[in-house]
């Protein structure tokens, strides 16, 4: 075949795929309820709509992104269907705050399958841990995925599907801090390089914890941590008094205080906003637009909790490290009550999880003058 005809029939090819496309989204929103709102997306990892839910004329709140493909041949099986994605766009839709659908549209029986990408992928890492060493993921959607057949089903996946979303996070959360953690001891090599690192531990804590009071910038940042110590974190007026009192001293002293005692009071920080957030999305009656700003601005406390970590392993800071990892540990108990209703047993593997970080902080300050003994 010439390099002309080559190119005619990868025109060809990809014309043909538009307008299966095309037609998939015509066939798919015209399967859903008339009253629910379109948002048109562009994005190079598949992302086509935000659709938002609605019910009796008012928001509620909830909402999901879809990754709509139409198809002329369906690779099918007795049980499931299979469809193959680029490996970049899953590893996209691990990122995305809210529940993305996959959404396979047979055109020529105008029949529709649905998967929730998120749940798929937590399965996935379970079963195929190097998944994402691969180029592309062949993809098993189940038949009874079939948005002709239960649209009901389809609704209630969305409705536990923000609530799967936050609990994917923690998650990936602490596999990052636990593979951050190993590949700092394992990256020490030689017994020269322990000695440096466990000196260096002690000459942050004598410096720095021990002697801030000759430090006027880190007393300045002890002081709001011992005010906000009296305000109850789950009361939202007086966690935000504590987390005003935290703010205006790492406003004023921050950069110039000691690296230790500004990670902690940034974790302080970020942990305050976090629960916060989680008792006003969860406890108290807010309108549809303030419930998703309140999980944004939650998923936005916890990424720059576990960003704050990361930053004082980087920096040598073990004893921060191991300060504000409590506080996550703390975070996991206290989320857990919330979203074990909707995803009942699989919850539990978030108590798991803070029971291993509280492990991993222990060890790490009972550790710190032999850092290789930090994982077991």
Sequence with gaps: MTTKNKKFVNNSLLEDNKSATLLAKKVFLAALPETW?????????????????????NPTGLSFKTHIRGTRIIKSGKSSITYTLETKKLKYYCT?????FLIVVDIVNNETFWLFMQEYIKDLEEKKP??????????????????DKSLKE??????????????????????????????????????ENIVDLRQQSFINCSQEFCSSEKNTYDQEIVNS????????????????????????????????????????????????DYMYYLITSYEIKCS??????????????????????????????????????LRLADIYFNTFPYISSSLGSRAFSLLD??????????????????????IQ
Aim: charged share 25%; net charge neutral; with cysteine.
């Design 37 to 57: 709102r379109l948002k048109r997306k562009k994005s190079e990892y598949g992302i086509d709509y935000e659709i938002l839910l609605i019910k009796n004329e």
């Design 130 to 147: 190097h998944w994402r060493q691969q180029k592309t993921v062949t993809i098993k959607i189940p038949r009874h995925n079939s948005l």
């Design 154 to 191: 389809f609704i209630n996946t969305i409705i536990k599907g923000q609530q799967f979303v936050h609990f994917i996070q923690f998650h990936f959360i602490y596999n990052n801090i636990f593979h951050k953690i190993k590949n700092i001891v394992n990256n020490i090599e030689g017994t």
């Design 225 to 272: 941590l011992k005010i906000s110590e009296q305000f109850s974190i789950k009361k939202p007026e007086e966690n935000r008094e504590a987390y005003r009192h935290i703010c205006d001293a790492l406003e004023h002293a921050g950069y110039k205080a000691s690296p230790s005692i500004r990670y902690v009071a940034l974790g302080e920080k970020y942990y305050h």
């Design 288 to 325: 549809s637009y303030q419930h998703k700003n309140n999980q944004y601005n939650l998923f936005n406390a916890i990424e720059e909790l576990e960003e704050t970590i990361s930053a004082s392993l980087d920096a040598g800071e073990l004893t921060a490290a191991s300060t504000i990892i």
């Design 353 to 374: 999880s803070a029971h291993s970080l509280l492990e991993l902080a222990d060890n790490m300050i009972a550790n710190i003058e032999a850092p290789e003994r930090i």
């Design 96 to 100: 995305v705050k809210e529940p993305v």
